[in-house]
């Protein structure tokens, strides 16, 4: 069956304390994983699209990388702002509906 | 350029009643989706549409049903509402089927 397991499900850092978050799946034949944020009393916010094993994406303090079992959200030096729930996505093949969402990371980044 | 918009932003409901939860989007997309989301799940799929015209089952379905008689609207409609029903909804569109979903903000539904 096709599942997307994310961990931790809530992470709590100090400002400037790096750390990263993972996205496990078990998909036959990925056609994409999708990262989004998503803030409170807000719909999710895409991040980063990676298609293939070994490919990264970065976008200020975010790095996402891509593996065949998983992927990983690494945030450098995370500050305040960086709090909210992160969650990952993961489109398989079989049709237009086969995106599956993982429950997500909540992060809480303290000054 | 608005993006997803969803009304309302909130709501309450009595046990029975019935509601259409309202979704338009403006970048012509083609694809577009009703989620739920329940604390400590995953977004789970209630339909989707391919275009205006064809709409499909995720799968959540029961309980509710959409129309999309034009590409910028797809509503969500349920009937004799129930407390299993209480949720967050996103509405979201995308232009391909493997690009980056576009969600609205959500309407917080309460069933009493």
């Known amino acids: 069956e096709d599942q997307v397991t994310q961990s931790p499900e809530a992470l709590r850092l100090q400002e400037g304390e790096s750390s990263s978050l993972n996205c496990s799946y078990t998909?036959?034949?990925?056609?994409?994983l999708f990262w989004y944020r998503q803030d409170p009393g807000k719909g999710p916010e895409f991040l980063f699209t990676?298609?293939?094993a070994g490919e990264e994406k970065e976008k200020e303090r975010l790095k996402a990388t891509l593996t065949k079992k998983e992927s990983f959200l690494h945030i450098t030096a995370p500050k305040p702002e960086d709090s909210a729930t992160y969650l990952c996505?993961?489109?398989?093949?079989?049709?237009?509906?086969?995106?599956?969402f993982g429950a997500g990371t909540r992060l809480a980044v303290h000054p | 350029n608005a993006g997803v918009t969803q009304t309302p932003k909130f709501r309450i409901l009595k046990i029975g009643q019935s509601m259409t939860l309202q979704c338009a989007q403006d970048?012509?997309?083609?694809?577009m989706y009703w989620y739920r989301q329940d604390p400590g799940m995953g977004l789970k799929l209630i339909y989707y549409?391919?275009?205006?015209?064809?709409?499909d089952k995720g799968e959540v379905p029961n309980g509710y049903n959409v129309s999309r008689s034009t590409t910028e609207y797809f509503p969500l409609r349920l009937e004799l509402a129930a407390p299993s029903q209480t949720s967050v909804y996103f509405c979201?569109?995308?232009?391909?089927?493997?690009?980056?979903?576009?969600f609205g903000n959500g309407t917080r539904l309460t069933v009493t």
């Open positions: 970048m012509n997309h083609n694809y």
């Open positions: 990676l298609y293939s």
């Open positions: 998909v036959s034949g990925l056609r994409g």
């Open positions: 549409s391919v275009g205006a015209g064809i709409t």
């Open positions: 979201a569109s995308r232009g391909q089927d493997n690009s980056p979903l576009h």
């Open positions: 996505a993961v489109q398989a093949p079989g049709g237009y509906n086969k995106l599956i």
